[in-house]
């Protein structure tokens, strides 16, 4: 019955939601609404779960004063810290916007920046011209990076060559985005929908469960 | 002696004063000016595959719905619409609502159903003139059943449904399913078998995904394939959560997963753990864990955003070998550049039956086929009906 | 030790410096690059320009710290452009993590113009599971907002008055670098059919160009460069967005140079061991 009582939720649950899907009826989505409110409260139980962990976790490794325990003590005060100063009202000039953009908006924009150096390591070590199939990445990277930016339009502009119109590599960078990366994509997001649809229908028919297996 | 009057004769004298006051109501109602033009034309409906409590109102528009002619800025054009609404028709009409000119519905949502409503479109000129249209109506709401523009969508999903089922029956009889080499997935125990001989731990983040996500779904698969094996090699397995309710249910995999390997005493409840569910926070978290403790192998599976980069880069830099998978396209070309191994999009969801092989599982694999196939024929009738100019086969599936 | 082999194993720092001085020395010293329109920018300009005043768009800002410095200024752009068209803006945000952020930039930019609240422009605020409010703001705003960000009553702000749902905005507009732009095209303009246009970070920009080509989308402003131009066509005093290309355009190029330099020592060093095999 252990096993057997989830699975059969999750079937009733499972074939519930799909055909809910097609169903516009005010009583169908009265029920949706009403799981989703469910779904609401189960999250900020886990919520509770994650931080009562969390905290064991740091309070633990602080106690046995274990290596880099410091740190934990900084995860605290950060945790309970902006929990106590919303208390304080959350308006622009409370302490906890304050904070919110003194602390939290510099670290998350600098993380976000990191992202420049890593691509620029990533592309040294990567973007090599090993096959051709690579050859070809690279090229298509190096045209739409320059396509992108004014300096490679004034580096190559759209020119002529007799009768030939030449496209510059802006026009180049943008039918490289539309045309084959865009087929590319649709394509991938085809195989997407149908694998979710199957991994979904395995889940509910029970043929793989691997949130049960505790 | 005065002659009597005719019938006829009395009637219009009884009726001639009614007419005069009625005339006088009139001229003193029409404004001074020149009148506004109603709309031609009202309709009032249900609001099709809705859940009820809505009724549409439609209309021409006013032939003075117009910008005024070059020269006659003075020219009387239309203000706005308001929509007026009553019980019966012997009701006196309330404004529920108005429409900016240029418009021609309304959709009045404070309706209750089953009750009937009639409706009414009064054009505003921009002199204040009003021109009331003709009532549409009786009509009621309510709501439907079924929505019929999903109609292709649902006989779609029966049919592939349908495919599906009909493999993993195959399967289980026995039929032979071809699956090609997927290296990601083939390099799975390989890379476990190198944290062993390494002594390091193997890292698994899961992603940034709900429990609600199929990717994360995956992710579980192989978290507990991954679990397993490192029960048996008696490695250690990391697996910093974003999500509270993830980290629940990868704790019960990982557990039950030690426990299947008969090395229930491995597992530690600190070893999956949740972080933050703030992606950049989240990253730096892993980021340190990995340059901590450097582990030999990690794994990128589930639902990945603009952090992908960051995590890969940093796993390299700690000289690990990277597995990813993830079904955000955009997240992709960040993990083919940075790790040895990336399962692109489907892949992702094959990897329970290609590691497991297991008929069930292999049979909804060759389904996904099928449905691909299908696809792809519709893609290429499509193609040849557009060229063609066959708007019916293109129109059908299209949805509103 | 051979250059090559230096540079093959070149010390990932050095790169990482490059990049830092080619950011720095554009971001002292702007070089002033000049930056073509695009079809794509112009086509969305010319919607919001073709607006008439008093009219209202609805503006969803949903991005946070991380993403602002590509969206900020798109952000700020538009909202620009609608007080100067003095078009009336109702704003949101359904990202928990910037709706601090944008309710800054909306009083910023208010207050450049003269704006009041609550009579030229109304900021909802944040509220959790952003399909649901998505399509329930179809049936009227007040379900998922009954009250502002500031906690009136919707129905006590002058603006509010007479606007019910998207029928009642001329057009909606997200600024959108999350996996909410999917919920506005699924379920708010696949549903209620309002026009939608998107600005988004240029590595997402790309999933959506064929909601373009459907239709499903009246058109998309790409990252910072697609913000530089919308600031160049509302002529914006402090583009900030514009002094940004010319960074970007340094660090692509010098990102190109590191792929070419990594091609030339792989070939160099590939070509030596193939000689010494032979």
Known sequence: MKRELPRMITLVTGVFLALQYYVPHRSSAHMYETLMDWLIVVGIFAILLGIAGLVRQHLTKIQSRRENWPYSVALLTGLFGMVILGFWGQGLGSPFVTAYFTLLNPVQATMFAMLAFYIASAAYRAFRARTLLATILLLSAVLVMLGRVPLGEIVWPPFSLGSLEIPGIAQISDWLINVPNLAAKRAIYVGLGLGGSATALKVVLGIEAPHLRG | ?400 | MRWYEHLLNLDRRVLYALIFIAVLIPSLLPIGLPINISPEVENVFGRIDALEAGEIVLFPLEYDPSTAAELEPMAMAMLRHAFQKDLRVLACCLSPTGVTLVEDEIARVAAEYDREYGVDYVYLGYQPYPAIVIMTMGENFRTPFPLDYYGTALDDLPMMHGVRNYDDVALVFTVNATSGIDFWIIYGQGRYKFPLGLGSAAVMATNYYQYVQSGQLFGIISGLRGAAEYEILIDTEDPVAGRGMDVQSIAHALIVLFIVMGNITYFVDRRRRQQQEA
């Open chain 2, 1 to 400: 002696m005065a002659r009597s009057d005719s019938r006829h004769e009395r009637r219009v004298r009884r009726a001639y004063p009614a007419a005069l006051t009625l005339t006088a109501c009139l001229l003193t109602a029409l404004p001074a000016g020149a009148l506004i033009a109603p709309v031609p034309h009202v309709e009032a409906y249900d609001r099709p595959n809705d859940p009820g409590e809505t009724i549409v109102v439609a209309w021409e528009l006013s032939p003075d719905d117009r910008t005024p002619p070059p020269g006659d800025a003075d020219a009387v054009t239309v203000l706005s619409y308001r929509v007026l609404r009553a019980e019966s028709p012997t009701d006196t009409l309330t404004e529920v609502g108005s429409a900016l000119p240029g418009k021609t519905l309304y959709r009045d949502s404070e309706v209750r159903d089953n009750v009937a409503y009639y409706y009414q479109i009064q054009t505003v000129g921009t002199d204040s003139s009003l021109a009331s249209s003709a009532w549409a109506g009786p009509v009621r709401s309510s709501g439907q059943w079924f929505d019929t523009n999903k109609a292709v969508l649902l006989a779609f999903m029966l049919l592939f449904c349908g495919a599906v089922l009909v493999l993993i029956h195959q399967a289980r009889a026995g039929r032979e399913l071809f699956i090609r080499p997927i290296p990601g997935l083939s390099a799975v125990d390989e890379a476990i078998g190198r944290a062993t001989e390494m002594g390091r731990p193997i890292l698994f983040v899961p992603g940034l995904g709900t429990s609600g996500d199929v990717a994360t779904l995956a992710a579980y698969t192989m978290l507990g394939r991954v679990a397993h094996r490192t029960a048996e090699y008696q490695t250690g397995v990391r697996v910093p959560c974003y999500d509270p309710m993830v980290m629940t249910i990868a704790q019960d995999v990982v557990k039950s997963s030690y426990l299947d390997a008969g090395y229930p005493d491995m597992y530690r409840e600190e070893d999956v753990f949740f972080v933050t569910q703030d992606q950049f926070s989240y990253v730096a978290a892993v980021n340190g864990l990995m340059i901590r403790e450097r582990p030999a192998t990690n794994f990128y599976i589930g639902k990945f955003y603009a952090e992908s980069l960051i995590l890969a880069e940093t796993g390299n830099f700690a000289g690990s070998i990277q597995i990813a998978g993830t079904d955000e396209i955009v997240q992709i070309p960040f993990f083919v550049a940075a790790c040895d191994y990336t399962l692109i999009g489907e892949e992702l969801y094959a990897a329970s039956a290609y590691l497991s092989r297991e008929p069930p599982l292999l049979g909804t694999l060759k389904g996904q086929d099928w449905g691909k196939a299908a696809v792809m024929i519709l893609i290429i009738l499509g193609t040849v009906a557009a060229t063609l100019g066959w708007r019916g086969f293109i129109d059908f599936f299209a949805t509103q």
